[in-house]
């Protein structure tokens, strides 16, 4: 009868709205809660099917569904600390359970994802926060490069463990030669004594060398005229030269250097012309010589450019010489990139990259499966997962010294608390009216 059907109507609107009131309560709680989602709480009819005609209602009642809104993002809050990292835009970090590390096989660990995390070194170098959510990344080449890795699957992504003890050393890859070569000192009859000059470089152990580079002007022509030709001559100090052998083994590479006189280019590389050692790029105005731990770009400037070598009227100006690298240094701090890479900077101003931690994306957010520590896994509602470059596709960039705040707004819970309150004691009510109505049919026998 249609007097039970409305009892059982707003005993389900009692459940409807004390869950939704765990929902509000719940959304409250966390509202200061880094990367927390809101749920939200929806209302459905109920509906019972009866005949048609027969004059008679039955009440259905109304049942309540729940869903978080992960997709709505919070608020960036700006840190101190350089491995709070948030998202700005799409996509999410991959983490897993610390007690999962060490448990799985390499690249199988239970993969979980959250927007937004403090992390910090564990006593085992292990980069975690608080919680025990371990941050997961690519790592990279001793170069800083990282190798293509599988986009649809875990096998390549590894916990991130940071050795604070540790050191490293930047090799010399490239000198750049920016010098002026006396003019006068290529007339023919001139004393023509070479000119030297030394370039530090640093080798693979971080050890510092020497490259000593002499410059010979050629003063065979007839007197008072230019010749506008020297011989660049390289020599290695990491290399020992036999005395017993009538070649200069520390000679890695020697070249004749013409320059330009005339009105328009004066001064400028006219031609480089390698005698020994690697050749010359005139593309790029290098040339490459092999040093005793390995090959190492010389920048000489191209021919006709004036920021390169060049031979004027002025002074021999040595000091104009700069090359990469540097000696062993101590780690003394990480950050993040907006790409997602995490660079290590050393004491000695040397900075590598470790790490590169890519983004999760799926295609539907909300068809994640919450879990605990704002940290979701997929399911067959949210879609496989991709993993994203920081920046490419549909993802954002990674944002370090910040923090993605709850998604929450209070005000809209608060007046969200009052409707519930007003619905709960409304269906309460119609409890009591239909209890009042059963007990005047009881008394009817009397």
Avoid: H
């Amino acid at each position: 009868m249609s007097i039970s059907s409305a009892l059982s109507a707003s005993v389900s609107g009692l459940a409807a709205n004390s869950t939704r009131l765990a929902n509000i309560s719940d959304n409250i709680a966390n509202s200061s809660t880094y990367g927390y989602k809101r749920v939200d709480t929806e209302f459905e009819s109920m509906v019972i099917n009866q005949s048609r005609g027969g004059g008679v209602y039955t009440a259905g009642g109304v049942r309540a569904t729940t869903g978080r809104d992960i997709e709505q993002r919070g608020n960036l809050v700006t840190t101190s600390n350089p491995l709070d990292i948030a998202i700005s835009g799409r996509g999410m970090l991959p983490v897993t359970s610390v007690t999962e590390v060490g448990r799985s096989p390499a690249g199988a660990q239970d993969l979980m994802m959250t927007r937004t995390g403090s992390f910090s070194p564990d006593d085992q170098g292990i980069l975690r926060t608080s919680s025990g959510l371990v941050l997961l990344g690519w790592p990279a080449n001793s170069d800083g490069t990282v190798p293509n890795q599988p986009r649809d699957g875990v096998s390549g992504l590894q916990p991130i463990v940071i050795n604070a003890s540790q050191s490293a050393a930047d090799p010399t890859t490239r000198v750049t030669l920016g010098i002026n070569l006396p003019a006068d000192d290529s007339v023919g009859g001139a004393v023509g004594d070479a000119r030297e000059m030394d370039v530090q470089y640093f080798g693979n152990l971080g050890n510092s060398e020497k490259m000593t580079i002499s410059f010979t002007p050629d003063v065979s022509g007839t007197a008072g005229t230019r010749s506008n030709s020297w011989t660049m001559e390289i020599r290695d100090s990491a290399i020992t030269d036999d005395p017993g052998t009538a070649v200069d083994e520390t000679l890695i590479g020697s070249y004749t250097l013409a320059f330009n006189d005339s009105q328009t280019g004066g001064g400028t590389l006219a031609s480089v012309t390698a005698l020994t050692g690697g050749a010359y790029d005139p593309a790029t105005g290098e040339l490459s010589v092999n040093t005793a731990g390995g090959p190492i770009s010389v920048d000489i400037g191209r021919l006709g450019d004036s920021t390169g070598m060049t031979q004027l009227s002025a002074a021999f100006s040595p000091a104009n010489a700069s090359r990469n690298g540097s000696p062993v240094g101590n780690l003394v701090g990480l950050e993040f990139d907006e790409k997602g890479f995490l660079q290590a900077t050393y004491d000695t101003g040397f900075t590598r990259t470790l790490y590169q931690i890519p983004l999760v994306d799926v295609p539907s957010v909300n068809g994640l499966i919450a879990m605990d520590n704002q940290t979701y896994k997929v399911s067959p509602d949210s879609g496989p997962f991709y993993l994203w470059d920081a920046g490419d596709g549909p993802t954002g960039s990674v944002v370090g010294y910040a923090r993605e705040a709850s998604n929450t707004d209070v005000a809209a819970e608060l007046t969200d608390l009052i409707q519930t309150q007003r619905a709960y004691g409304s269906n309460a009510k119609v409890i009591q009216t239909v209890d009042e109505m059963l007990q005047e049919t009881a008394n009817l026998k009397r």
